[in-house]
């Protein structure tokens, strides 16, 4: 039986990042999930795990960080990279103190996201 892939959630407002994204994760054999929203994502099918998150800070209703704040509240253990184009050292320490693997500013290389989600499936 072959190696089950590892299984990356991706919730970004943007369309085209969210499958870029998505993309990349499947071209280095994880498996990608695509949400478009916190609240999208919070209906996910629960017989679906997930194994990384990668989150969009600024997404047009529930923010990133307060859904990390209510995942780590409801008792989910779910390692997450927090991405976003927002310049605000004052959010990066919010997401550093909700449990952040890592924080990327967008652009970012694509070597980076990886190392990223290596790093928070090993944690």
């Known amino acids: 039986m072959g190696k089950l892939r590892r299984t990356v959630a991706v919730v970004d407002d943007d369309a085209s990042l969210r499958r870029s994204v998505g993309r990349l994760l499947n071209a280095y054999g994880f498996a990608a999930v695509e949400y478009a929203s916190a609240e999208a994502f919070l209906l996910h099918d629960p017989k ?3 194994d990384c998150l990668v ?3 600024d997404l047009g209703g529930m923010s990133g960080i307060e859904l990390q704040r209510k995942l780590k509240g409801d008792g989910a ?9 927002l310049e605000d050292t004052r959010l990066q320490t919010e997401a550093e103190q909700a449990g952040c693997i890592a924080y990327l500013r967008k652009p970012f290389a694509g070597s980076v996201l990886i ?3 290596k790093k928070a499936l090993r944690s």
């Open 77 to 85: 253990k779910l390692p997450t990279i927090f991405i976003t184009a």
């Open 48 to 50: 679906t795990p997930i």
């Open 55 to 57: 989150l969009d800070i």
């Open 115 to 117: 190392d990223a989600v």
